[in-house]
């Protein structure tokens, strides 16, 4: 059967995350509804990463097989017709049998957007994460610099986390201002539960002088969940992008542009894979 992979944004602040949940609503089941009517069959999507509820999308992977013979325009036209409006399909590709949206990244990309001023937006309200007290950029980045590298990451993950190592590399973090925004840019080979959102949170009590920059290094080295201060909500985390080898020809997002060469060797083992950032 041929296998498709599809790219997908979405608006995460009315879903229940991705995966399927009894009587709850979720992207996963939203979009395997609308396959199955372009397909005329029913189909099993798997993503690159499961995302909770509130969490967003500018670019996620998911693939699924189909005895359906349609061209790629028909898939992202089709699909996107029986589609609610905070769901889309960007492109789709035929990919080989051995690909698997989750198992074969090589690397995964999200973006965390801080609303920093001081009244909440009537605009985006569940698009960013809103912060009224002043954060330095330059603070937070030199923070973010000592998380760079394959490190234990025990004191970022969430106490429900099910991976079996807490070990990951982290490719590159950037953080930046761009008027009353912060954003945060982080790229490892795969992340814990909460990982992101909780490092997140690290970074915005250091810009807003609470904590000293080099608390994420004496984070690292404590090991421990319960030190690490609070875990930043999902309104601002976007999976932003997913890496493959270039064998699949799936589109890379211009940040991964910058990781080393040879990265294709820090793929991670199966049981490290991660159910969310």
């Given at each position: 059967m041929p296998r498709i992979a599809l790219g997908l944004e979405y608006d995460g602040s009315s879903f229940a995350g991705w995966q399927i949940q009894?009587?709850?609503r979720t992207v996963q089941a939203c979009l395997e509804r609308a396959v199955a009517k372009v397909a005329a069959e029913s189909v099993d999507l798997v993503c690159a990463g499961r995302t909770d509820s509130g969490v967003h999308a500018l670019e996620q992977v998911a693939h699924f097989d189909t005895g359906a013979q349609r061209d790629m325009r028909s898939w992202v036209l089709g699909v996107n017709t029986n589609l609610p409006d905070d769901v889309r399909v960007l492109w789709a590709r035929p990919v080989p049998d051995e690909f698997h949206a989750r198992s074969c990244a090589i690397a995964r990309f999200y973006r965390y957007v801080i609303l920093n001023r001081g009244m909440r937006s009537a605009l985006r309200p569940r698009q960013a994460t809103w912060c009224f007290y002043p954060?330095?950029?330059?603070r937070m980045q030199e923070a973010a610099d000592h998380?760079?590298?394959?490190?234990?990451?025990?004191?970022?993950?969430?106490?429900g986390c099910q991976s079996n190592s807490p070990r990951r590399l982290m490719h590159l973090i950037r953080v930046w201002r761009e008027d009353?925004?912060?954003?945060?840019?982080?790229?490892?080979?795969a992340f814990l539960h909460h990982m992101v959102r909780n490092i997140a949170g690290v970074l915005m009590a250091i810009?807003?002088?609470k904590r000293e920059s080099d608390w994420t290094r004496e984070l690292l080295e404590l090991k421990n969940r319960s030190l690490a201060g609070i875990t930043a909500p999902a309104?601002?985390?976007?999976?932003?992008?997913?890496?493959?080898?270039?064998?699949?020809?799936i589109?890379?997002?211009?940040?991964?542009?910058?990781?080393p060469a040879g990265?294709?060797?820090?793929?991670?083992?199966?049981?490290q894979l991660p159910a969310t950032g």
């Open positions: 009894r009587d709850k954060l330095d950029a330059g998380l760079i590298g394959d490190h234990d990451f025990s004191s970022f993950r969430a106490q009353e925004e912060v954003i945060v840019e982080i790229c490892a080979n810009g807003a002088g309104d601002g985390l976007y999976l932003a992008g997913v890496y493959y080898p270039e064998r699949f020809g589109p890379h997002h211009p940040l991964f542009e910058l990781l990265v294709d060797r820090y793929r991670p083992a199966a049981h």
